[in-house]
């Protein structure tokens, strides 16, 4: 059985170009500057936006949320593929493979 991260393991993940984003009473929103479309990511959404202001792996995305909040590591690796998985349909982020 393939844990939830497989889709992202050996993958580095970084923002997508072209969105325009704002802090809106303590949550991120972003809008698609070519669409014209609007997305909220919320408050820990944005800040694994924040987090992928450099590109990074999941395990780092996972690393610095856990030392923030307080919660299970495999809950927040679960939560967190899911979050990118979302982010990854809509084009919001791309992702390379970390093999040479």
């Known amino acids: 059985m393939t844990t939830p991260s497989g889709v992202f393991a050996g993958q580095t993940v970084m923002r997508a170009e072209g969105f325009l984003v704002s802090d809106m ?17 919320g408050q ?38 899911s979050f990118l998985s979302q982010l990854t349909e809509q084009g919001l982020i791309q992702t390379r493979s970390d093999e040479a």
Do not use: F, H
């Open 44 to 81: 820990t959404g944005g800040r694994i936006w924040e987090l992928l202001s450099e590109p990074s792996s999941l395990e780092g995305l996972v690393d610095s949320l856990c030392s923030e909040y307080e919660i299970d590591r495999e809950v927040c690796e679960r939560q967190v593929t």
């Open 25 to 41: 009473g303590g949550d991120k929103v972003m809008m698609n500057v070519a669409t014209g479309k609007y997305y909220n990511l």
